[in-house]
């Protein structure tokens, strides 16, 4: 487990949030807390509802029920442009990439969200573009440098083995800024050893940005390795929350998660 000694206060609260397709309850009354720093992970079963909880986090699905506080601020539901605001960002269980562009293109377009959430901001500040433009790019560059592909820099993201293309994604989120990152399952996939360097990156970012981390993730020495605190999600109802020694040991998650070999 890491020790996260600088941990703070809680930034994103999750409460009583229940989400319906239909007939399906993809969530039930789920609340929860992520403390800024902090590495927090969200484990369960296929179709637990732990994606329908990110989107939920950030604007792409409206929940029935509860609201989600960010930093002090409450809202019942967020749009797209309110998540860019409050610094999150996220990464998808499916690539989300421009496959045909260049990995320095890629990472650009996660900025570029940035930029147009900070447009009026930038209106008002009338000054050279060129000079914004190069920051940015440094900006990207420092990116690139940080996860170890600069060597790809100009490789179109399809030509990528998966594992690098995950970390492009990583890339473009991380352009923006993020407070709060919100991964899903970043290590599906992976062999090995691209596990490992993703776990590394993961960290890293923590550490050396101090970027709060909400993370899907299905390999559970993963989840016990990197993570300070964990939510078990079981059929969209919250069965677990606490540290990975603590949901280790809880009978209920043993039950649903842990004993049918996920
Ligand atoms: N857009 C959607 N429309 C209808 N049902 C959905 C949608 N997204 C998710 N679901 C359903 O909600 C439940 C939770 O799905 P999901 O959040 O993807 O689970 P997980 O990420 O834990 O595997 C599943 O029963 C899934 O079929
Ligand atoms: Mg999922």
Known sequence: MSTNSRVGDVILEVSNISLRFGGVKALTDISFDVREHEIRAIIGPNGAGKSSMLNCINGVYAPSEGTITFQGKTFSHMNSRQVAEMGVAR???NLALFKGMSVLDNIMSGRNLKIKSNL???ALRIGPAEREEIRHRQFVESIIDFLEIQAYRKTPVGQLPYGLQKRVDLGRAL???PRI????????GMNVEEKQDMCRFILDVNDEFGTTIVLIEH??????????????LDYGKKIGDGTPQEVRNNEDVIRAYLGTGH
Do not use: C, H, K, Y
């Open 175 to 177: 352009a923006m800024e």
């Open 120 to 122: 009026l901001l930038q």
């Open 181 to 188: 990152l919100l991964l899903d399952e970043p290590m599906a």
């Open 219 to 232: 390999d559970m020495g993963v989840v016990m390795d990197i993570s300070d605190r964990v939510v078990v």
């Open 91 to 93: 990464t998808f269980q």
